[in-house]
């Protein structure tokens, strides 16, 4: 199956600071979502981008498709933005999501 | 707008127990998924549903049944509870298959 490969598994900011998250994955997509798993363990959707960029707020997203990767930018972060970010991807012609291990985000005031 | 919403909340089986998971959403989805989410990793498909009336296997599916009730609601069972099934369990539907998913808050069980 599609292997998904998250960078880095941890990440510690200081409030204000700006991170960049990084999705690798090993087979074509049709689509890739980017989640937030916050602390409470809520499932929040952020991006559904299979390919080129956008942007939520101080989040934002660019794929490129072509090249097997993603990468989600956090600018100027907030305690609020601590938790797990997983991308999943389903395989060419298929549905099912393959999600990474994710990214733990520590943002310390 | 609920979105998508499961019961229980929390649940703690002992071994040989059965019982089933509810799923329902309210947003006219077409397929709706089962994963788990064990510590430390992401989610793993048990099963999803492409649509009403079908059902297929993912890629953790021993020791679980599903059942698509109608368009709204995909239950999950386990017939007899083992301890590696200790996991959090959420559900999740996409308008279409190869559409944005959106998951239900989760289940969290324990068997003993």
Redesign the interface.
Known sequence: ?IQ?EQSPPDLILQEGANSTLRCNFSDSV??L?W?HQNPW???I?LF?IPSGTKQNGRLSATTVATERYSLLYISSSQTTDSGVY?C?V?PSN?????????TTVTVRA | NAGVTQTPKFQVLKTGQSMTLQCAQDMNHN?M?WYRQDP??????IY?S?SEGTTDK??VPNGYNVSRLNKREFSLRLESAAPSQTS?Y?CAS?PQ???????G??T?LTVT
């Not at chain 2, 430390?40 to 498909?45: A, H, S, V």
Request: glycine residues 20%; aromatic residues 20%; neutral net charge.
């Open positions: 199956g998904v049709n689509n979502q989640f363990g809520q499932l959707n559904y997983f999943a389903p298929d549905y099912k999501l393959s999600f990474g291990a994710g | 397929s998924y430390g990793m992401g989610l793993r498909l999803y492409a993912g890629e959090v959420f996409s298959g190869m559409g944005e998913q959106y998951f808050p989760g969290r």
